[in-house]
């Protein structure tokens, strides 16, 4: 490290409530980074659990680590905007309270940011799912992706992309959350056109983030080198939508209640909230393309197009029978303001789902990701698994056919040379 270079500086907010497990483990990973100008901002959203305890334990011993316990309740858009908001200039990425961070990782973004001069950066992350109880078998997941080294995305391609499927969480959406890291230049862009000047202006603080800093630049930097790891827990907000027992409802009630105010877009019929992807992702295209002067491009796309890949999206859903319910009357709405309902009707009787109801399989192998599970490796949580992704990583990209002939060559000379040898006779002594 220099010290003549005048590095920027690069903030992780992590906003959170009741996560004091698993939190730990993700404070743990951000301790391991040693680029000099970091800082680490906690914002607990009324916990009832231990972790504003466990952030103090960690602060007394990393003075990186900014802590902001909240004794009224925010909800999570507003306990994301909260932490936003306590950032200095330089770049910002967020993580959720199960997250992770790869070691070496701010380094790896300050590197491909200054190479390629771009103001934002995303990647493809991997993934560790905790076990569901403990002593219990986790899941870690590293995306099979050759190392095709950093490229520059078209942001309008991507926009155009997303209003074609409807599907924000792909590898390229350079959302901050977990997979991306952002300048504030651009944050406070966004922040500059909006009404109240705030950031998130959508119910979700994950994908608008990312459709909307997309608008703001012509390209951004995308690679598939694993800088964070996305946790999955029982307590994951993205499963209680999924789930009927009572205490999940009552969390996603929670969440819709929170955001009872901030409607989707008009032209989705001021709807509450959707948990559908393809209705958030029309919401954030909708939403980013009225901020007054925001630059970003996208052809228009029509409604019958977003009933009909909804439709198609609900084919290999994992929500529940009981739940989706809200979800087809929200559509319904939409349908109806567009005069489509003709073709919703005709598409909810049509729709067969797929729904897998077996159990996960867990041990290793492979599909489109590499798969094992961890507890046997002594993998344990996010901060065990933080140290093995980048090898996994760099293994699969090492293996190829001649990598495996060049293993099968080495084998047998190992074994030829074993058979190779002559007899002596020891030596002779007085």
Not at 100 to 120: A, D, N, Q
Not at 240 to 246: A, E, G
Not at 311 to 319: D, I, T, V, Y
Not at 405 to 410: A, G, I, R
């Amino acid at each position: 490290m220099s010290k003549d270079v005048d590095y920027p500086f690069f903030s992780v907010i992590i906003p959170q409530k009741d996560r004091a497990e698993y939190l730990i483990h993700t404070l743990k990973t951000c301790m391991l980074q040693d680029y000099p100008n970091f800082e680490i901002i906690v914002s607990d959203d009324c916990s009832t659990d231990d972790s504003v305890s466990v952030v103090k334990e960690l602060m007394a011993k990393d003075s990186r680590i900014k802590l902001f316990a909240h004794t009224h309740h925010l909800g999570m858009r507003d306990n994301f905007e909260f932490a936003l908001n306590q950032v200095r200039s330089g770049y910002v990425m967020a993580l959720g309270g199960d997250d992770g961070l790869v070691p070496g990782c701010i380094w790896r973004m300050y590197e491909i940011l200054k190479s390629t001069k771009t103001e934002l950066l995303t990647w493809t992350p991997a993934t560790f799912g905790y076990a569901e109880y403990e002593g219990g078998e986790n899941l870690m997941y590293v995306k099979r992706c050759r190392n095709r080294g950093v490229k520059l995305c078209s942001s309008e391609a991507f926009l155009n992309k997303l209003a074609t499927t409807f599907l924000y969480q792909i590898d390229e959406c350079p959302m901050f959350y977990m997979k991306g890291v952002a300048s504030t230049t651009l944050i406070d862009r966004v922040k500059s056109r909006t009404k109240d000047h705030s950031f998130y202006y959508c119910p979700t603080p994950d994908g608008f983030s990312g459709v909307v800093l997309a608008g703001e630049v012509e390209n951004y930097a995308f690679t598939y080198e694993p800088l964070s790891i996305g946790g999955t827990t029982s307590k994951s907000q993205g499963k209680n939508y999924h789930r009927t027992d009572k205490k999940s409802r009552e969390e996603a009630e929670q969440f819709f209640n929170d955001n009872i105010r901030r409607t989707m877009h008009a032209e989705l019929a001021s709807q509450p909230y959707s948990p559908l992807v393809t209705l958030m992702t029309a919401d954030y295209l909708l939403t980013a393309r009225d901020l007054p002067g925001w630059p970003g491009k996208f052809e228009p796309f029509t409604f019958e197009s977003l009933i009909r890949q909804t439709f198609k999206f609900l084919e290999k859903s994992a929500f529940e029978n009981e739940v989706l319910i809200r979800e087809l009357n929200i559509l319904k709405a939409i349908a109806e303001q567009h005069d489509c309902l003709d073709l919703f009707y005709k598409l909810l009787k049509s729709t067969k789902r797929k729904v897998v109801r077996e159990k996960n399989v867990y041990g290793f192998l492979l599909t489109h990701s590499i798969r094992f599970e961890g507890s046997v490796l002594g993998i344990n949580n996010i901060y065990d698994a933080s140290f093995v992704i980048r090898f996994i990583y760099d293994v699969y990209n090492q293996v190829s056919f001649k990598s495996f002939l060049l293993f099968c060559k080495n084998m047998y000379r190992v074994l030829a040379r074993t058979r190779k040898y002559k007899v002596e006779s020891l030596p002779e002594i007085d």
